[in-house]
């Protein structure tokens, strides 16, 4: 059971806090969803459950156990809001294999057919895909990672 207990985010920029006393709890293997109108705080919120922002008030717990941003980083698998803007290599082979040289061909060709893009070639480079391509490609990028909590 993931849990957050009454986070707050107040960086000291802003007159407002972005988010307070953000309470939710995520039993393993269920999908959540975050709903709320623009500029209320969900993508912040995601960015702390990836350990890439520190809450300013309260804790993310995984049962008992408190979560540091380093733990976060590591179970956690965010796919950002627009996220080809964050390809960094020029083949989606490099892409789907940054940071993770072990990683096999089965493994990867398995997560593209899982995202849809079974047919594309691994030397094609990631801004040649079309847009929707691209986003199903970041969410590869995250899944073959086999992350623990995929954002
Ligand atoms: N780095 C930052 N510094 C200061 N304010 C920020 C920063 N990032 C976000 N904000 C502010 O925090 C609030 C929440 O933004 P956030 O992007 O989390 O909203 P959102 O719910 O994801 O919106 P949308 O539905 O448009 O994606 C907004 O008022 C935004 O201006
Ligand atoms: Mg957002």
Known sequence: ??????????????????????????????LGLIVGPSGSGKSTLLEIMAGLATQTEGSVQ???????????????????????????CDTVLRELRFGHPELST??????????????????????ALSGGQQRRLSLAVQLVRQPRLLL
């Open 1 to 30: 059971m993931l849990s957050l207990n009454q986070l707050s985010y107040h960086p000291p920029a802003t007159p407002q806090p972005i988010l307070q006393e953000v309470n939710l709890t995520l039993p393993p293997q269920q």
């Open 62 to 88: 995984w049962r008992e156990e408190e979560l540091d941003p380093e733990d976060l980083q590591q179970l956690a698998g965010l796919v950002f809001q627009f996220p080809e803007r964050h390809f960094c």
């Open 106 to 127: 089965t493994q990867l060709d398995e997560t593209l057919s899982a995202v849809g893009l079974s047919g594309i070639p691994l030397s094609t480079p990631p801004y």
